[in-house]
């Protein structure tokens, strides 16, 4: 058996010196020491990183709200990419897809009128069109740049903006709630990226009370609420506002998605007083009745009621911060 | 608006230089190119890598089957390598080896003989040990030098070695189970590292063959099953070779670890003929009744049944092949 060695990888000083180098080696998370590599920091999850294969570089600009970058990567398709960090992949998007649009549209009957914060790449909108009794879906893109490079790099995807039920509103999400009638849509779901950057303030209480107030008694909000491995100060904080600002159920749901940090996603889910909502037992099946529509990969009814169930350390901080 | 501009980050003839760089620059997984990481690269999960930073180095060595390496993370804790792949971290270990003690353990009535397969760690052990009717608990761990080192850098786990139910056997598990007497154990957990390397075997049908035989008439074995979104053929495998093995009941679980390849892993659960088992359904609740045990940080009854629930497109798979 060869003997334990101890030694110290990080030489005395050389701890500011690396973190400079690693910063001042990557832009936008492309690697000059690691040439053909993605490579995914953020303070959002230090010491840690995703790297993913680059086969071709297909679009980089900055919008005038964050930087968009679009690669074909070599095994997980083609990756879009905000401020340096991944929003989706055509590997696995459809679990965060598929389950942000069906966890809140199958818990109530028959949603007519839908809201959409984000998701400019399109492919919420499909799972949201699939839904036969939605009659108007409005989708509010804060960053033109991005509808319109989806458009030309996930055609498939931005296909959905042509549906007759959607209308895109390039422009702030919140102020848009703030302006539409009291209870306008049955449901508002919302696909922000971290708040870091413009998404900030839709992880913040004033919106939670937009969101509230555009929606009928009885409707539902499912937004996207980070990683219990990461970031239970973010999530006890957004159950805490929406535990006051809804009046009916408020539930934490949480799906797979590889390429996301830590491997997961969760959701905040929240009915407004009025007909109750058993979010964990869907009353309104999905059914595949598009013929333009690809079958669903990853949503069904067993796992939509599995995703509220949450390991014990997560569980005792989200359940004492709802009630 | 930028323009949209295409380039080929891949220069022509460059991508093998590429790939001879990106493995000389890594030793078991420390960068030479980005000092005080960890990247873990494999052939199991092409076009991607994750990285840890590394505090401090705690031992590197080379044993007789592999190369073992354990080192202090920024944010993960201690972290446990085998051959270059994380086996384990601090943070997130309790995922893995709460739910593959659990879901086997809290499947049947009074599980009293169990035998462990790899785990040299401890932590295995520790869950194993909760249960209070269990008498008898041999492990076998084919690399002495992992248990040795293991007692020097986990040593809270490692402690329940010591546990006077605790029998440790150094070398093949699967040879020890075809040497034991028929029907020997109410369950085998199978704890095994990758199918590349010393744990092939493992994986194979002439082992699932010596398992069903060590276990009693409605006894369980639970084994370490990959990941659905990178190994579905892996699954595929040896789910159709336990359909043939074990006359009882065959599912495939899975759990969230963050710092395993797609951020999740499954389980194997299969019983042999007899007393039927449902392992959706736990018929033997859990409780911390040793004051030595540290709390169940992962583990209920709700995630148990939820651990069944799959994916469609893995459902579809796994179902096809279980029929």
Request: glycine content about 8%.
């Amino acid at each position: 058996m060869a003997d334990a060695s101890n030694f110290d990888i990080k030489r005395p000083g050389e701890e500011d010196e690396v973190h400079q180098a690693t910063s001042k080696a990557l832009v936008n998370g492309i690697s000059s020491v690691n040439p053909g590599w993605f490579s995914e920091f953020s303070p959002m999850w230090p010491g840690e990183a995703h790297s993913l294969k680059v086969e071709k570089m297909l679009f980089q600009g900055e919008s005038e709200y964050q930087n968009i970058m679009i690669f074909q990567s070599a095994t997980c398709g083609k990756v879009f990419v905000l401020d340096g960090v991944i929003q989706a992949t055509e590997r696995d998007a459809c679990s965060y897809q598929e389950m942000i649009a069906h966890l809140p549209l199958c818990s109530i009957p028959n949603p007519k009128k839908v809201f959409v914060i984000g998701g400019g790449r399109g492919g919420l909108l499909r799972e949201v069109a699939r839904h036969s009794s939605v009659e108007q879906i409005d989708i509010c893109e804060i960053d033109g740049m991005v509808v319109e490079v989806c458009k030309q790099f996930f055609p498939d995807l931005a296909a959905w903006y042509d549906d007759p039920r959607v209308t895109l509103h390039v422009g702030d999400g919140a102020a848009f709630l703030n302006a539409v009638p009291e209870c306008t849509y049955d449901a508002v779901i919302v696909d922000s990226s971290d708040p870091l950057g413009p998404a900030q303030h839709l992880f913040e209480k004033p919106f939670f009370e937009s969101v509230a107030k555009a929606l009928r008694p009885g409707g539902v909000v499912c937004t996207q609420a980070e990683t219990i491995w990461l970031h239970m100060h973010i999530i006890e904080d957004i159950v805490s506002h929406c535990r006051q600002i809804f009046k009916g159920s408020v539930n934490y749901a949480w799906t797979t998605v590889p390429t996301y940090p830590s491997g997961v996603i969760g959701f905040l889910l929240c009915s407004t007083g009025g007909q109750a909502v058993d979010f964990r037992n869907p009353v309104n099946p999905i059914e595949d009745n598009d013929s333009k529509n690809v079958p669903l990969k990853f949503y069904n009814k067993e796992i939509h009621s599995a995703s509220f169930c949450l390991p014990s350390f997560a569980k005792k901080v989200i359940d004492s911060k709802s009630k």
